[in-house]
């Protein structure tokens, strides 16, 4: 898992993030950002996709609410 943390979510997502998910062939990557509240289409989707799959194929922005909920 690749972790980007961001205060802010004003700019769009990173290709640097995308690039080393594809080289390290790593199964999931977020850029969680602290301006963005919680939500839970946020939070249906990582328990659909991170938890159930366990991958996705593109990194995704999360509020660090929705994120730090994965890890309860």
């Given at each position: 898992?690749?972790?980007?943390?961001?205060?802010?979510?004003?700019?769009?997502?990173?290709?640097?993030?995308?690039?080393?998910?594809?080289?390290?062939?790593c199964?999931?990557?977020?850029?969680?950002?602290?301006?963005?509240?919680?939500?839970?289409?946020?939070?249906?989707?990582?328990?659909?996709?991170?938890?159930?799959?366990?991958?996705?194929?593109?990194?995704?922005?999360?509020?660090?609410?929705?994120?730090?909920?994965?890890?309860?």
């Open positions: 898992m690749l972790i980007e943390v961001k205060s802010s979510s004003k700019n769009s997502l990173g290709k640097s993030l995308q690039k080393y998910k594809e080289t390290l062939k199964p999931l990557a977020f850029q969680v950002v602290f301006d963005l509240p919680g939500n839970n289409q946020a939070n249906e989707w990582l328990v659909t996709h991170a938890v159930e799959k366990g991958q996705c194929d593109q990194a995704v922005i999360l509020p660090v609410s929705s994120f730090l909920s994965l890890l309860v």
